[in-house]
């Protein structure tokens, strides 16, 4: 009789159930006791290469932020590059005085640097893809143009012709008359926000996501110490750093002639342009940090910031008092707004460390 239970029987399920709800107890307070561990991806995308590193204690949930990570900034990209003749950004330059459908991430990205570009008084204007092109810094096609194409290229610079538009369910971008957009100053950062989303809304408490010159951390370190972000030695290979900031849910984003340049006859020329010149901006400064929850705001902001020089820098950021950024100098110094001071440690006993009159607290 299968079904009759003699009282030895319930004794033995009680005591085998005792021992199933032991063990998964057990396996449910290792899993929770157990240290989170790091998991990384790393590849060529955007123009340089990419690191993500997540920690979890589930190695599924790692995987899966990690290829969902990779996914998205693949999408990105093919949204954003000017140099994707089928991007948004491209299709957008091609339609001369007519409005191209776009993505709502490229007209909420757009916005963003027309915003910047107000802000900061054109020194960042994503209209300057004519003048990027014509340079090609960073291509095998990069050479010194002649004055005369640059005059002719700057006609096409002026991020105040661009328009994007939400009607209904579409968003229109309009680049006017023959600007050519290029977003290579700020998309970095605006990515790195999205990723950082994302890996929040995968329940990752804990990630880095490196895109170059651009990083951003989510959450803390896993037992709730601060990041400790290096800032690039400009002098030095990559992955050097002359400071260190602590920080937690933020990014610290950096622009610098030394990222992307080639030479002629024994003259620099870099990536960074000065909108009112057409060539690369001489600057007194080697690099600009912004260290800022806003990736996007700090990668334009810290790319216009090296175009308008020391002096100028510091105005804007007096008159910016909520923004956190260190200026490196040619000759060494190292200038950091007053709110920055706890945050930042000097790693090169060679620089000095001033704070910006003004910005004290
Ligand atoms: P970043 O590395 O963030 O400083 O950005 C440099 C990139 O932004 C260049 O490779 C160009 O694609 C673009 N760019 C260069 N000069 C400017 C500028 N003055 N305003 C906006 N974008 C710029
Ligand atoms: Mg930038």
Redesign the pocket.
Known sequence: MPYLQTGRDKLKYLAAAVVVLAAVTGAALLFLNRAPEEYRREEYALGTIVRLSVWSKDEGQADAALANTAAAIARYESLFS?NIASSDVSRANSAVGRDARVSAETAELMSKAIEIANMTGG????A?GA??KLWG??TDRARVPADTEIAAALKEVNYKKIKTEHRGEKYLLSSGNGQKI?L???A??YIADRLAELLRSEGIKSAIVDLG?NLEVVGSQPKGRPWRLGIQDPLKPRGEYFAVADVTDSSV?T??PY??YFEKDGVRYH?????STGRP?TSDLSSVTIIDRDSAMA??L???L??MGRRRAEEFLRAHRELHSVLLTDDGKVYITGNLKEVLSLKDASKKMITIEGTER
């Open positions: 000017a020194a960042f204007d994503p300057i003048v990027v810094i960073g290029d290579g100053g700020i970095k950062g010159g984003v622009s610098g990222e992307r990536h960074i342009f000065d909108p901006a990668d334009a810290c790319t216009a090296f175009v």
